[in-house]
């Protein structure tokens, strides 16, 4: 059986300690099932490939490319962060603290 990473006391993005992360898959998990992804990642990469994150840095992922793209081409943490919207986002939320919530605008 395959084991996930452990829930870490920060978000693996922004470092800042959060008490509710979620876990962004780096391949999104419906697209597991896609031949192009089975042939590009072993099913152990598939399914733990993971990063825990807070909700605030999880939606600045998906708002920054598609699921494909996300899957494709930024499927770890340092290519996320190559992503300029990400790392725009994770500099500024970095310093707020872990209660804040970001107007959806941002």
């Known amino acids: 059986m395959l084991k996930l990473p452990p829930q ?3 978000c693996e993005l922004c470092e800042r300690a959060v008490s509710k992360l979620t876990r962004h898959h780096l391949i999104p998990k419906h697209l597991h099932r896609k031949k192009r992804f089975q042939k590009l990642f072993s ?3 598939l399914i733990t ?3 825990w994150v807070c909700r ?3 939606n600045a992922i998906h708002r920054a490319r598609s699921e494909y793209e996300l899957g494709l ?3 770890t943490r340092d290519r996320l962060l190559e992503l300029e919207e990400v790392k725009a986002f994770v500099a500024w939320i970095r310093d707020k603290p872990a209660g804040f919530v970001p ?3 941002r």
Do not use: V
């Open 8 to 10: 870490p006391d920060n």
């Open 73 to 75: 081409r930024y499927n």
């Open 43 to 45: 099913k152990e990469e």
């Open 56 to 58: 605030p840095c999880h």
């Open 103 to 105: 107007k959806k605008g």
């Open 49 to 51: 490939r993971t990063l």
